[in-house]
């Protein structure tokens, strides 16, 4: 059930290496099969519930910082870009409060479904 985890880097030369994480994930799946599929159904909704492709990966990745996982980073951060998101958005995403890239309310909002202590939480 427990597996190592590897991420995709690509280098400036647009070379790809995969290279494996430092400590070994769970195998959701295997784990909490039921589960999964709970979290399949919410992303289906999410992804039909009217808010921007650009704004639900930005939550995804801020629940990631939040949650301190470095391979949903990795993931999330790849979507964020696919979907048009700009990197000084992503680079400043842990510090949104204090950015005027972000409106308040969004990301208020976005702030509010993660969850995580009030040190590491949006305020």
């Not at 070379?15 to 289906?44: D, G, I, K, W």
């Not at 998101?85 to 969004?106: F, G, M």
């Not at 990301?107 to 509010?112: E, L």
Request: proline fraction near 4%.
């Amino acid at each position: 059930m427990i597996r190592p985890s590897t991420i995709q880097l690509q280098g400036a030369a647009g070379q790809t290496q995969e290279v494996f994480m430092q400590t070994e994930r769970l195998s959701a799946y295997e784990a909490a099969p039921a589960a999964m599929r709970a979290v399949h159904q919410v992303e289906a909704y999410i992804q039909q519930c009217g808010l921007e492709e650009s704004l639900i990966e930005l939550v995804k990745m801020r629940a990631s910082q939040i949650n301190g996982c470095a391979y949903c980073l990795d993931m999330h951060s790849k979507d964020a870009r696919r979907r048009g998101e700009s990197e000084q958005r992503l680079y400043l995403l842990n510090a949104w409060h204090e950015s005027p890239l972000y409106t308040r309310p969004t990301m208020r909002s976005a702030g509010t479904s993660t969850i995580g202590s009030s040190s590491t939480s949006p305020r």
